[in-house]
């Protein structure tokens, strides 16, 4: 499975949008970009995933560059609640193991 | 609908001792996973079971077994539990036939290892 790059931490200001950059120049054509969030004490949660276009949930957007080596994920309207490690990652798919790195601490400020 | 819930959420045990942990997974899922978080790392994965069986496993001792129901739910077995088995521990569903939708996790079991 690819590896990810992505930065240790991230500051944001509350209402703002959020931008967090996933670095994966050794996907593979059949690979998928995955992000998760994880609150202290919780499961990892679910947020967005995508093969080749931009994806757009209820909860973020997604955003794959053309050569698929970098992504970005964007919370439109930053609350405190977002306060959280996320991880970018890739994989096949949900029948193949997720391979977490240290993910981004993203700090929500009031 | 419920999500993937684990049991118990939190336990105790002492070095050597033996533990069972439990996962039933989303409605309508048929394959769990199983991962390990130590204390500020990520979660890293311990192995896979779909169709009763383990089909794949990660870099993790025989010590770490696994089982699946005809239900789908899943257990995860430790032995000879060591002080470096203290993490949480996560397990996570999906569904073979919609390969490219997400696994979803629980909120985990907290091991401690005294």
């Known amino acids: 499975d690819a590896k990810t790059t992505q930065p240790t931490s991230m500051d944001c200001a509350e209402g703002r949008a959020a931008n967090l950059p996933c670095n994966h120049s050794?996907?593979?054509?059949?690979?998928?970009v995955y992000w998760y969030r994880q609150i202290h004490s919780q499961g990892p949660q679910y947020i967005i995933h995508?093969?080749?276009n931009n994806e757009t949930n209820e909860m973020a957007s997604l955003i794959i560059t053309e050569d698929r080596k970098s992504s970005t994920l964007i919370l439109p309207h930053a609350t405190l609640r977002d306060t959280a490690v996320y991880y970018c990652?890739?994989?096949?798919?949900?029948?193949?193991?997720?391979?977490f790195g240290k993910g981004t601490l993203l700090t929500v400020n009031p | 609908d419920a999500g993937v819930t684990q049991s118990p959420t939190h336990l105790i045990k002492t070095r050597g001792q033996q533990v069972t942990l439990r996962c039933s997974p989303k409605?309508?899922?048929?394959?769990v996973s199983w991962y390990q978080q130590a204390l500020g790392q990520g979660p890293q994965f311990i192995f896979q079971?779909?169709?009763?069986?383990?089909?794949q496993r990660g870099n993790f001792p025989d010590r770490f077994s696994g089982h699946q129901f005809p239900n789908y739910s899943s257990e995860l077995n430790v032995n000879a539990l060591l002080l470096g088995d203290s993490a949480l521990y996560l397990c996570?569903?999906?569904?073979?036939?919609?390969?490219?939708?997400?696994?979803?996790f629980g909120d985990g079991t907290r091991l401690s290892i005294l």
């Open positions: 996570a569903s999906s569904y073979t036939g919609t390969p490219d939708q997400p696994q979803h």
């Open positions: 050794t996907i593979s054509g059949n690979e998928y």
């Open positions: 995508g093969l080749k």
């Open positions: 990652i890739v994989s096949r798919g949900s029948n193949y193991k997720l391979t």
């Open positions: 409605s309508g899922h048929d394959t």
């Open positions: 079971y779909y169709e009763e069986e383990e089909r």
